[in-house]
C-alpha cells in the first residue's frame, strides 16, 4: 500500500497566520490527492481535489499543490472556523485507496 | 441538497453480524459510485469498500475482504455494508459517502452521512 506521511501531526496558529500541511507519498502518485476537513464530531468534508482544485463553495483561503511524491496545503489567513483535523487522500493505487494520518489545527 | 442517512449500527459480538444502511436523496442515486469510511474513535479515517454506479463492481479493503459485502438497491436509493465475523478492531463510526464522479468513479468524495457507530464488544 501506499504510506502517506502527514505533517505536522497538530499545529497551533493565531488568526490571520498562515498555515501550511505537507503530504508526502512514499510513492509517485502523479496528483491522484484530496484534502479533507474534518471538524469535531463531524463528517469530513471535501475542500481540495485533484492536488489542486478548489471545491465548489470552499472559501479561497484555502489552496493545494503539488504532484508526484510531495503536496502542500495551505490556509492563507487562519480564521476560528478552520478549527479541525485535516486529512489528505491519494487514490493512485486503486482500490487500496489511502489517508494521512491528519493534521489537528488548532487557535494559539 | 444530498443527503446520506446512515443507520443499523449498534453494540454486536465478537463474530457477529450487523447490516448498515444508507439512505440517498437530494441526487440521482443511480448514477453515482458510493464508497463506505470508517473512523475508530479517535482515530484517523480508513477506507473500507466501493460500489459502482449500477452495482456491477465492488471493491473492498483488505482489511475486510471477505467479511464486508458491499450492495446497493437503486431503485430504494439506498447503500448497504453487511458485516460479518465482526472483530473489536471493526469498532468504529462507519461514514456513507458519495463518489464526486457522474458516470465515472473518481475516488474522490464530495459528500458524506453522518455516520452510524458500531460497537464489537463482549
Known amino acids: 500500500d501506499i504510506q502517506m506521511t502527514q505533517s505536522p501531526s497538530s499545529l497551533s496558529a493565531s488568526v490571520g497566520d498562515r498555515v501550511t500541511i505537507t503530504c508526502q507519498a512514499s510513492q509517485d502518485i502523479s496528483n491522484y490527492l484530496n484534502w479533507y476537513q474534518q471538524k469535531p464530531g463531524k463528517a469530513p468534508k471535501l475542500l481540495i481535489y485533484?492536488?489542486?482544485n478548489l471545491e465548489t463553495g470552499v472559501p479561497s483561503r484555502f489552496s493545494g499543490s503539488g504532484s508526484g511524491t510531495d503536496f502542500t496545503f495551505t490556509i492563507s489567513s487562519l480564521q476560528p472556523e478552520d478549527i479541525a483535523t485535516y486529512y489528505c487522500?491519494?487514490?493512485?493505487?486503486?482500490?487500496?485507496?489511502?489517508f494521512g494520518g491528519g493534521t489537528k489545527v488548532e487557535i494559539k | 441538497e444530498v443527503q446520506l442517512v446512515e443507520s443499523g449500527g449498534g453494540l454486536v459480538q465478537p463474530g457477529g453480524s450487523l447490516r448498515l444502511s444508507c439512505s440517498a436523496s437530494g441526487f440521482t442515486f443511480s448514477s453515482y459510485a458510493m464508497h463506505w469510511v470508517r473512523q475508530a474513535p479517535g482515530k484517523g479515517l480508513e477506507y473500507v469498500s466501493a460500489?459502482?454506479?449500477?452495482?456491477?463492481?465492488?471493491y473492498y479493503a483488505d482489511s475486510v475482504k471477505g467479511r464486508f459485502t458491499i450492495s446497493r438497491d437503486n431503485s430504494k436509493n439506498t447503500l448497504y455494508l453487511q458485516m460479518s465475523s465482526l472483530r473489536a478492531e471493526d469498532t468504529a463510526v462507519y461514514y456513507c459517502?458519495?463518489?464526486?464522479?457522474?458516470?465515472?468513479?473518481?475516488?474522490?468524495?464530495?459528500?458524506w452521512g453522518q455516520g452510524t457507530l458500531v460497537t464489537v464488544s463482549s
Open positions: 487522500q491519494q487514490y493512485d493505487n486503486l482500490p487500496r485507496l489511502t
Open positions: 459517502v458519495k463518489d464526486r464522479g457522474v458516470g465515472i468513479q473518481l475516488w474522490t468524495f464530495d459528500y
Open positions: 460500489i459502482s454506479s449500477n452495482g456491477g463492481s465492488t
Open positions: 485533484d492536488a489542486s
